[in-house]
């Protein structure tokens, strides 16, 4: 059998899963990887940990050369992909040199979104995606500590949490009524406000930043409500997009992420996607979506690693999914935690003394959805019975009273439905 070339574009989870699967398929094919960052692989949902002090980089690695040579594979660093060409099965980097591949997997990450607000980059805006974005925040830190946020989404918020524990004075500007409002509901989101505001954050939630400029050594932030808020840092966290500028012109489908079928295929031939970058088909719905979290990224590359390899495996789809680890608190919230259609059957619960918050969400007799605040779950067991589907008609309540369901019997009698 003639030897095959694998590329990956990108060297993070998805990119480290597909390789996996691909060296334990076959033992011989070449498979390369190249990243435009120039240090080892990580995850960013690593990086809080980094800014915070409590990892140094040498823990932020993910594997290191010795990896990557017991897979027989090659880790290529600091080179950026400018084009792709499918018909010649090529790919083009910025330096001007070109290579050619018979599988290639895009798992290029995300990147950083600009909001359209003047003078944003002029004003040296940071963001906070990828190690060298928070090598750059924990450089202006330095005897800095009023720091404002634009976005009160995941990652503004983690970023949030981290300084509010450094000791900084933090503002938080965010254009919806809420806050992290695509995991979290209303109730459970105005405790989460009340946490941090307990710690001195503050919030300017409904409102934009239109004008930011630089002024005497600080940032001028003109808010769409026409006041002026100071800060000494600002950091960019108004969201994330799938990094695939380099596809213009080469014909791969792209909405918001890359988009592919169920065995991560995209609509050019021998090309597939997986991770943040991808959108397969949604677990609940079956449309395309994009699936940003860690457990879509192994189990996305596993697939097209596989695939790559000759197999015919299919992704079962991604399940929106956040644990949030914040000041002491935990939030959790997976599924149709925030179901816009009738039909469904909801079992909540709120505790205002204590800030506890609970959600179950049922279609029939099925789990599709959960939500949690300051509550001691096993997220585990949740995700567990939306991913095999299975009928726990008669022990609904059971599931909701007992938050550590594991040690509960009911659990060994559930009968499982097909998948």
């Known amino acids: 059998m003639a030897r095959k070339k694998h590329l990956i574009i990108g060297?993070?989870?998805?990119?480290?899963?597909?390789?996996?699967?691909?060296?334990?398929?076959?033992?011989?094919?070449?498979?390369?990887?190249?990243?435009?960052?120039?240090?080892p692989p990580y995850s960013p949902a690593s990086l809080p940990y980094l800014l915070s002090g409590r990892i140094t980089e040498a823990k932020l690695w993910m594997e290191g050369e010795d990896y990557f040579k017991k897979l027989k594979s090659t880790l290529v660093k600091?080179?950026?992909?400018?084009?792709?060409?499918?018909?010649?099965r090529q790919v083009v980097y910025h330096d001007g040199t070109s290579e050619n591949y018979d599988t290639l997997l895009i798992a290029a990450g995300a990147e950083t979104a600009t909001p359209p607000v003047k003078g944003l980059a002029e004003a040296g805006?940071?963001?906070?995606?990828?190690?060298?974005?928070?090598?750059?925040?924990?450089?202006?830190?330095?005897?800095?500590?009023?720091?404002?946020?634009?976005?009160?989404?995941?990652?503004?918020m983690e970023v949030a949490s981290v300084l509010l524990g450094r000791g900084c004075h933090v503002t938080i500007i965010e254009k919806e009524p809420g806050i992290?409002?695509?995991?979290?509901?209303?109730?459970?989101?105005?405790?989460?406000?009340?946490?941090?505001?307990d710690r001195g954050a503050e919030f300017l939630t409904g409102k934009t930043a239109s004008e930011v400029k630089k002024k005497n050594g600080?940032?001028?932030?003109?808010?769409?409500?026409?006041?002026?808020?100071?800060?000494?840092?600002?950091?960019?966290?108004a969201g994330v997009r799938s990094?695939?500028?380099?596809?213009?012109?080469?014909?791969?489908?792209?909405?918001?992420?890359?988009?592919?079928?169920?065995?991560?295929?995209?609509?050019?031939?021998?090309?597939?996607?997986?991770?943040?970058?991808?959108?397969?088909?949604?677990?609940?719905?079956r449309q395309p979506k994009v699936s940003a979290i860690l457990p879509s990224a192994?189990?996305?590359?596993?697939?097209?690693?596989?695939?790559?390899?000759?197999?015919?495996?299919?992704?079962?789809?991604?399940?929106?999914?956040?644990?949030?680890?914040?000041?002491?608190?935990?939030?959790?919230?997976?599924?149709?935690?925030?179901?816009?259609?009738?039909?469904?059957?909801?079992?909540?619960?709120?505790?205002?003394?204590?800030?506890?918050?609970?959600k179950l969400v049922f279609d029939g007799g099925r789990l599709v959805g959960a939500m949690y605040f300051n509550e001691n779950i096993e997220p585990g067991v949740i995700?567990?019975?939306?991913?095999?589907?299975?009928?726990?008609?008669?022990?609904?309540?059971?599931?909701?009273?007992?938050?550590?369901?594991?040690?509960?019997?009911?659990?060994?009698?559930l009968k499982f439905s097909p998948e």
């Not at 950026?80 to 010649?88: A, L, Y």
């Not at 060298?132 to 503004?156: E, F, M, P, T």
């Not at 090309?271 to 397969?280: H, K, N, W």
């Open 180 to 197: 992290v409002s695509l995991y979290y509901n209303e109730e459970a989101e105005i405790y989460i406000r009340q946490t941090f505001m």
């Open 298 to 358: 192994v189990n996305q590359g596993k697939v097209a690693g596989g695939n790559m390899s000759g197999q015919n495996l299919e992704y079962e789809g991604g399940i929106l999914m956040t644990v949030f680890n914040f000041l002491d608190h935990k939030a959790f919230s997976i599924g149709m935690s925030l179901p816009c259609n009738q039909g469904y059957q909801v079992i909540k619960q709120t505790d205002d003394r204590s800030r506890k918050f609970k």
């Open 78 to 88: 600091g080179k950026q992909v400018s084009s792709v060409v499918p018909e010649k």
């Open 243 to 285: 990094r695939t500028s380099f596809l213009a012109g080469s014909g791969v489908k792209v909405n918001s992420g890359i988009v592919t079928d169920n065995r991560m295929r995209t609509s050019a031939d021998r090309i597939y996607a997986a991770g943040d970058v991808a959108e397969p088909p949604d677990f609940f719905t």
């Open 383 to 413: 995700v567990y019975l939306i991913k095999k589907r299975v009928d726990i008609s008669a022990h609904k309540e059971a599931l909701f009273e007992r938050t550590r369901p594991l040690t509960d019997p009911w659990l060994s009698t």
């Open 125 to 156: 805006a940071l963001g906070f995606r990828t190690l060298a974005d928070c090598r750059k925040l924990i450089q202006a830190l330095s005897g800095k500590k009023d720091v404002a946020i634009l976005g009160a989404g995941s990652i503004g």
């Open 11 to 39: 060297a993070g989870t998805a990119a480290l899963s597909a390789l996996e699967k691909i060296r334990a398929v076959n033992s011989e094919d070449e498979v390369k990887l190249v990243t435009m960052e120039d240090c």
């Open 218 to 237: 600080r940032v001028e932030i003109a808010l769409s409500d026409g006041k002026l808020l100071r800060a000494d840092i600002l950091v960019n966290a």
